[in-house]
């Protein structure tokens, strides 16, 4: 199995050694964007995704962008409280790092949610090294199981008081849901739950916007995940807009991951639609 931020797979609990078998989308992900926390069967499957499409990488990187911009908005807008659900595995940027870099003065919290059981026990380990008790937190649960006990769970270790905006983070997670684990009425659940001047900030691979060869690759692609740890469904801009339900858009509304609030960075300026990913922010009113 090789060895991962200087472990040994026989380093690791018998619960974590047997989630190494599969390739993970989180450690998979991880690859993509240069991370460390990523074993031999990932990076031989995040080859693979390459030869199909060269751009993965930068794909994966506009997203993560997305994420920061999208943390930076909240802190503007004054929300303090962070709930990143599907964290995946700790890379740069992590949520808490952004927060505490942005707005130091506002002693925001972070919550990361994770259901496996690899990037639990890794975000566990940074936040053990760099967080701060009381305001950060790892959290191992699954938003697709229970999203009513994974609300009370966050009520419960005070990660989330119920009588202030939160920012919902659910970023590149919900193509890794089919139809049958019912998402819509897992985040649906969510949004109910949320008080007033809450954000929900979540990015998806769309089907939309592409030509006849671009379909066959992601048909390819999600065939290709059906040999993991998380088999997967892309899903067109229409459906991916009904996760936010009655929330209210933020401006630009959903666009491609380098087109909501450009800084500069991007590296798909000229043609935001190759980034595959739509993202958007919407905001709870009432």
Not at 169 to 180: G, P, Q, R, T, Y
Not at 230 to 239: D, K, T, V, Y
Request: hydrophobic share 40%; aromatic share 8%; proline share 6%.
């Amino acid at each position: 199995m090789g060895e991962v931020a200087g472990l040994s797979a026989d380093d690791l609990p018998a619960e974590l050694r047997s989630s190494l078998d599969v390739p993970s989308a989180a450690r998979v992900y991880d690859w993509f964007l240069g991370g460390a926390h990523n074993w031999r069967v990932d990076r031989e499957f995040g080859q693979r995704v390459v030869e199909l499409l060269p751009e993965v990488k930068a794909y994966c990187r506009e997203n993560r962008r997305f994420l920061n911009r999208a943390v930076r908005h909240a802190l503007d807008r004054g929300v303090r409280q962070f709930v990143d659900i599907g964290s995946g595995l700790p890379t740069a940027g992590n949520v808490h790092e952004v927060v505490d870099e942005q707005r130091p003065d506002l002693r925001a919290t972070v919550a990361y949610v994770d259901h496996e059981p690899v990037a639990h026990s890794f975000c566990d380990l940074l936040l053990q090294r760099e967080g701060t008790a009381g305001r950060h937190r790892a959290l191992r649960a699954d938003l697709l199981d229970d999203p009513d006990g994974l609300w009370q769970r966050l009520l419960e270790l005070g990660a989330v008081d119920p009588d202030e905006p939160v920012c919902l983070l659910i970023v590149s997670v919900l193509h890794f849901a089919k139809d049958h684990d019912e998402p819509h009425a897992a985040v649906a659940a969510l949004r109910e739950r949320l008080p007033a001047g809450s954000l929900l900030a979540l990015s998806h691979w769309t089907t939309s916007d592409v030509d006849e060869a671009g379909a066959e690759v992601n048909r390819r692609l999600v065939e290709y995940y059906e040999r993991t740890s998380n088999p997967g469904q892309l899903r067109s801009r229409e459906e991916i807009r009904a996760f936010f339900g009655d929330f209210a858009l933020e401006e630009p509304g959903l666009v491609y991951t380098p087109s909501w609030r450009p800084d500069g960075t991007e590296e798909f300026a000229d043609d935001p639609a190759r980034s595959r990913i739509l993202a958007a922010v919407g905001r709870k009113d009432r």
